[in-house]
């Protein structure tokens, strides 16, 4: 695991001189994401962890957000656009909500309840 994140942050290095986003990086990476992520899927439902589903909740809305704010901004334009710091603070709002959902759950049952 720890080669994997070497390997990215090498290969995001040297990534970073190019004009436009050069797929060979990612190629070179991609066995190793799939075993990755195939090892992170059957490790969370084996043991019934709710944390993957959380991520991937947050890295689903990440995408939504950020796909209608390039379709907004590039095609179609009668749509209303945030800036990108707003975005920025929108996706970390959400994630901070999805990932504190089960906290917020519960705290919200203990004020409910009766005190004795």
Do not use: C
């Amino acid at each position: 695991m720890r080669a994997v994140w070497a390997w990215v942050l090498i290969a995001a290095y040297n990534a970073g001189g190019d004009q436009w986003d050069n797929p060979r990086y990612r190629t070179i990476l991609l066995a190793w994401q799939a075993l990755l992520a195939a090892w992170a899927w059957g490790w969370a439902r084996e043991r019934r962890d709710p944390w993957l589903a959380r991520w991937l909740a947050v890295e689903a809305f990440f995408i939504a957000s950020f796909a209608e704010w390039y379709l907004s901004r590039y095609w179609l334009h009668g749509l209303p656009r945030l800036d990108m710091w707003q975005m920025v603070v929108l996706n970390l709002a959400a994630a901070a909500l999805i990932l504190g959902w089960d906290w917020i759950l519960k705290g919200l049952a203990r004020l409910s309840r009766p005190r004795h």
